[in-house]
C-alpha cells in the first residue's frame, strides 16, 4: 500500500513537472516570449508623435525580476534618422506602480502638472522605470520615488528598444517589491514634440507572480496509464 501512493506521488510530480514550465523573458527586442503574458493593457492611437503613442503595455515576474514591455505605434527609442517628421527626438517611456495597491497613497495619476489626465482608474504611484531618449540616445535608464526623483532606486537596468518595443528586466528587491503581491500598474509617455504632449494608459491590477504556459502533449494521460497497470 505503501509504495503504490509513493508510485502515485512521484508519478504525479513527474507529470506536472513534464506539463508545466515556465515562460522565461529574455531581455533581446524580441517579442515572441510575451505571447504568454495575459497581465495587459492596450491603448487607443491618439497622438501626433507615433514614437511616444503607447500601443500596449505588460508585465511579469521571473526569477526576482519584474520585466516589462512597452510598444508605441511608431518606432520606440527613434534615432534621429527615424525620428517622425516634424517631431522632436525627446521621449520619456514610463512605467508606473502602484506598490501597495491603493490610489489615496503615493502620486495620483489623475492629474499630472495641474492638468486632468482623464484615466478611468487612477492609482498611487509610488515606483517608477523609466527610459529616457534624446537625440536617439538613451537619457537616463533609472526607477526612482515616484514623490521624490531625486531618490534613484536604480541608474542602470537590462533594457532593450528593437521596432516598435521597449523591455526592460529590473530586480523586486531593488523596487522594494514582492513576489506573489498584487500592484497597480500602468504607464504615460511625455515627449517634447507636440508642446510635450502626455499619453497616458489605463490602469489595472498586478499580480506578481510568474506567467505559466502549459504545454500538454499526453503526459498526464500516460502516467495515469502507467498508474494503472501497477
Known sequence: MVRFIL???????????????????????????WVNVKSSVKDDQDMKDTSGDIKLIQATVNGGNLYLRMSVYGIAAPSMEKTPAGMNNRYYYH????????????????SYEKKATNVKKPIGVEKVVMIGWKNGNPNGIEAYNALNDDEKFTKDYKYAASGDTLEAEVPLKVLGLTEGGTVGFSAFQEGASDDWAVDWVESIDLKLVPTVAVDAKGKLSTAWATLKMR
Open 95 to 110: 512605467w508606473i506602480i502602484d506598490a501597495d495597491n491603493n490610489p489615496k497613497t503615493g502620486f495620483n495619476n489623475s
Open 7 to 33: 508510485s502515485i506521488m512521484i508519478t504525479t510530480m513527474v507529470s506536472l513537472v513534464g506539463l508545466t514550465s515556465w515562460s522565461a523573458i529574455v531581455v533581446d527586442g524580441k517579442i515572441d516570449d
